[in-house]
């Protein structure tokens, strides 16, 4: 899932996806970014499929993923319908525009620091035996 997320972000797949969805769904001045339909689908079915591996999770770190998802989610889907219509209108107002794929971009950005800390912290907790090195070499040339 992480592979395709990353994936998206470097091929623009969901851009591409907003042409097509706006021509099924004629969502031209309602949702200019109409990509976020099929993607918002997509994240509710995942979760649903998720949700019995959640639950089999211990409550923090079930907590810590949740958390992750749903800033990561408001993020990509949220933010980006909002600059979508901060892009749609007659005047583009800059300055809303860069708040706001700022604050977007953000949330992204902070839910996979969110994410990486709880995949540590089962790590700590689940797998206690686990013993991990990390050896920097200053070679000098």
């Known amino acids: 899932m992480l592979f395709y997320v990353a994936l998206d972000e470097n ?18 001045g309602l949702l200019p970014y109409a ?7 997509l994240a509710l079915l995942i979760g649903l499929v998720l949700l019995r591996f959640l639950n089999h999770l211990p409550a923090r770190i079930r907590m810590l993923l949740l958390l992750s998802g749903a800033m990561y989610l408001s993020g ?3 933010f980006e ?5 901060a892009t749609s209108a007659d ?9 706001l794929t ?3 971009e953000g949330l992204e950005m902070f839910a996979v620091i969110v994410l990486i800390g709880a995949l540590l912290e089962y790590i700590r907790t689940q797998m206690p035996r686990l013993l991990v090195r990390v050896r920097i070499s200053h070679e000098r040339g």
Request: proline share 2%; net charge negative; hydrophobic share 45%.
């Open 81 to 85: 319908m909002l600059e979508g219509r």
């Open 11 to 28: 091929t623009q797949i969901h851009e591409r996806t907003s042409a097509i969805t706006q021509r099924h769904f004629h969502t031209d």
């Open 76 to 78: 990509a889907l949220g």
């Open 91 to 99: 005047v583009v107002d800059q300055v809303r525009l860069i708040l």
């Open 35 to 41: 990509w976020v339909i099929p993607y918002a689908i």
């Open 102 to 104: 700022s604050v977007e």
